[in-house]
């Protein structure tokens, strides 16, 4: 055990000494974080944008009229109003001469005819642009019916129902849980995501590490002092690690910075839905925004991040045996080709089928594939933002089994890795690899 804890610390501090290690875990963060505040950046700066919009009425109502008191409702917003022209055709004609932006057009009949309201540009209204227009003239055909139908607006007030159906779990002793199917999509999504990228990516480098030292010769050098198995487990237990490290750094850093920019733009935000911008408003319209803060209320995170690290470690352990097999029986990254297909499939398969258990996370396709050691890092970490109805036994066994799965695995990839890492210039196939799982010695 002192020898593999050697090779893990030789590992561990050799990679988290690299330049390389360092310059991507403070660039990935910066990275997120940049992603993030370019987005708010975008939603911010868009605004910002005048945009004039040419309004021909050809209703009998003169509908369009409603549109004048505009600008006094929405004195902050950079659209505006104007008129001029009583034909499409001839403002068309003069959009390039004048300084507005785009035409709007109603119809004869905009009531009965709504489709036939269209927009006409030389510069691009913005997708909150055009949805605040879609909003007012919304809001001018309900006026007219209203009118029409004898209707005053406390009735239809009334009438109208905004509907957002909640879902409540009901546990077997009579229990109710809120639920929020969306938000449970995201968060299933975004684990087994990272499951699926953290396993290849820190697998593919245990793969790397491993033909590096072979075709290197310094394998021959560290053997005569520890044993083949003791050198496989201490690389992939020590990269397991550099891999939480890095997890645990880029956790903290990106939720930091991104607090911080979240922080910087919170007075940005709410000056702009007090002042009535025309973005905001579209953005908030009808939006529960303390329905939206409680969305995260109904995760447990204190139970998912540790079997996030759970299925992590195990899964990556499971993998990384397999790829240390496949760097050791091969001398070139290309010869490793041929063999990386078997061992990648599982985990791309376990992926695809992720997608269908966000479908149905209690079905049995996700119940089969939650307990098979090369599916269930993913497919169980899919599952878990739902919840399963059967904790008692389901993830148990699930657990369970991923470490017999890497267990037995170890041991097939430890007797492969104790005769190919010393073997060189031979091409390896697959049934030369099934010989050396009996060779004994």
């Known amino acids: 055990m002192s ?22 875990t403070i660039l990935g963060p910066l990275l997120v974080a940049g992603f993030y505040g370019l ?11 005048p ?57 004869r009949d905009p009531v009965n005819n709504p489709k036939g309201i269209f927009m006409g540009y030389k510069d691009r209204p913005g997708m909150s642009t055009m949805r605040a227009i879609e909003i007012e003239m919304e809001k001018l055909i309900e006026e007219q019916k209203m009118v029409e139908y004898n209707i005053t ?24 849980q809120t639920q ?31 033909m590096e030292e072979k075709t290197s010769r310094i394998v021959e050098v560290m053997v005569s002092s520890v044993r083949p198995f003791q050198l496989m487990m201490g690389k992939i237990i020590g990269i397991a690690l550099v891999g939480l490290t890095q997890f645990l750094i880029w956790v903290l850093f990106s939720g930091t910075v991104m607090a911080a920019i979240g922080a910087a733009v919170a007075p940005s935000l709410m000056s702009q839905i007090e002042t009535g911008s025309v ?39 499971l993998y990384a045996a397999l790829f240390a097999a496949i760097g050791s029986a091969v001398d070139s990254e290309t010869d490793s080709q041929q063999f990386m297909l078997p061992v990648t499939l599982p985990l791309i398969f376990s992926f695809v089928i992720g997608q269908m258990v966000l479908k149905n996370p209690e079905g049995t396709l996700a ?8 599916t269930s890092p993913i497919v169980m970490m899919i599952r878990l933002p739902f919840g399963i109805k059967e904790w008692q036994w389901e993830l148990p066994l699930s657990m369970f089994l991923l470490v017999a799965g ?14 190919g890492i010393l073997m060189y210039g031979k091409k390896v196939t697959y049934r030369e690899l099934f010989k050396w799982l009996f060779y004994k010695g």
């Open 153 to 176: 607006k406390e009735q239809f007030d009334n009438i109208r129902t905004k509907l957002s159906i909640k879902d409540q779990k009901i546990d077997e002793s009579g229990g109710e």
């Open 279 to 317: 973005e905001m408003q579209s953005e908030v319209a009808g939006m529960d925004v303390g329905s939206l803060l409680g969305t995260f209320g109904f995760v447990d995170f204190f139970v998912m991040l540790p079997l996030f690290v759970f299925y992590f470690i195990g899964g990556y352990l």
């Open 3 to 24: 020898k593999i804890w050697l090779v893990i610390k030789r590992e561990y501090l050799s990679r988290v000494r690299k330049r390389s290690f360092i310059i991507m």
């Open 367 to 374: 119940r089969v594939f939650s307990m098979i050691p090369f």
């Open 51 to 107: 945009h004039t919009v040419m309004v021909v009425d050809s209703s009998e109502m003169q509908l369009g009229d409603e549109l004048k008191t505009y600008a006094i409702r929405r004195p902050q917003s950079k659209l505006r109003f104007t008129w001029k022209y009583d034909n499409y055709h001839e403002a068309k004609d003069h959009i390039y001469k004048e300084d507005y932006n785009s035409i709007l057009f109603i119809p």
């Open 180 to 210: 929020d199917s969306m938000m449970q999509y995201m968060i299933a999504f975004i684990f087994g995501l990272l499951i699926y990228m953290f396993i290849l990516l820190y697998g593919v480098q245990v793969l790397r590490g491993v």
């Open 39 to 49: 987005l708010i950046w975008i939603a911010l700066s868009e605004e910002e944008r």
């Open 406 to 419: 890497f267990v037995i695995t170890t041991w097939l990839a430890g007797r492969i890795y104790r005769t």
